[in-house]
C-alpha cells in the first residue's frame, strides 16, 4: 500500500464523518463537502492503484 492509497483512505474516511454529522445535523453543506472529501479519496485510491499496476 502506498502513499496514495493511505491517503485516499483516510480522505473517505474524513468525508464520510462529515457527511453523517451534517445528516445528523441537517447541514447540507457539510454534508456537500463530505461527499466531496469521499470523492477526492476515490480518486487518490484510484491513482494509487495505476501506479502499482505501472510498477508491475
Not at 1 to 27: C, L, P, R, S, W
Not at 31 to 53: F, H, I, L, S, W
Request: proline residues 0%; charged residues 45%; hydrophobic residues 30%.
Amino acid at each position: 500500500m502506498d502513499k496514495e492509497h493511505i491517503k485516499g483512505a483516510a480522505k473517505k474516511a474524513e468525508g464520510e464523518i462529515k457527511e453523517t454529522a451534517g445528516e445528523m445535523t441537517d447541514n447540507k453543506k457539510m454534508q456537500a463537502e463530505g461527499k466531496m472529501d469521499k470523492a477526492e479519496g476515490e480518486v487518490r485510491e484510484t491513482a494509487g492503484d495505476v501506479k502499482d499496476a505501472a510498477k508491475h
